[in-house]
């Protein structure tokens, strides 16, 4: 199982980036993805999920919703991460993560524990 995030980079606030997220060694119609970010000093976060392996819907943390939006090609085997009107705060090196079965995208983001398997994280830099 592996998961690998790209797409991060130096971008203006109000700027966009979208990140993609690579699945191989499983389908993701069998487990929910989240993402997550850490910030320089700070704890890693979770910024949103998606429940790829039932209705494709999706959860966000307020500090981002109506900003960001998850989606998955399921085809592809790829989640992606789309960042609109970022700002300073949203620079973190930002991960996804597979949910374990039996935790699932529903109305939150399952904590650290209810993943089971992380991508190396890329970094996402907005300058002010």
């Known amino acids: 199982v592996q998961l690998q995030a790209s797409g991060g980079g130096l971008v203006q606030a109000g700027g966009s980036l979208r990140l993609s997220c690579a699945a191989s060694?499983?389908?993701?119609?069998?487990?929910?993805i989240g993402w997550f970010r850490q910030a320089p000093g700070k704890e890693r976060e979770g910024v949103g999920c998606i429940s790829s392996s039932r209705d494709g819907s999706t959860y966000y943390v307020d500090s981002v919703k109506g900003r960001f939006t998850i989606s998955a090609d399921v085809a592809a085997n790829t989640l992606y991460l789309q960042m609109n009107d970022l700002k300073p705060e949203d620079t973190a090196v930002y991960y996804c993560?597979?949910?374990?079965?039996?935790?699932?995208?529903?109305?939150?983001?399952?904590?650290?524990?209810?993943?089971?398997?992380w991508g190396k994280g890329t970094l996402v830099t907005v300058s002010s």
């Open positions: 060694g499983f389908t993701l119609d069998y487990y929910d």
């Open positions: 993560a597979r949910i374990r079965m039996g935790a699932y995208c529903l109305g939150r983001i399952p904590d650290y524990y209810g993943m089971d398997y």
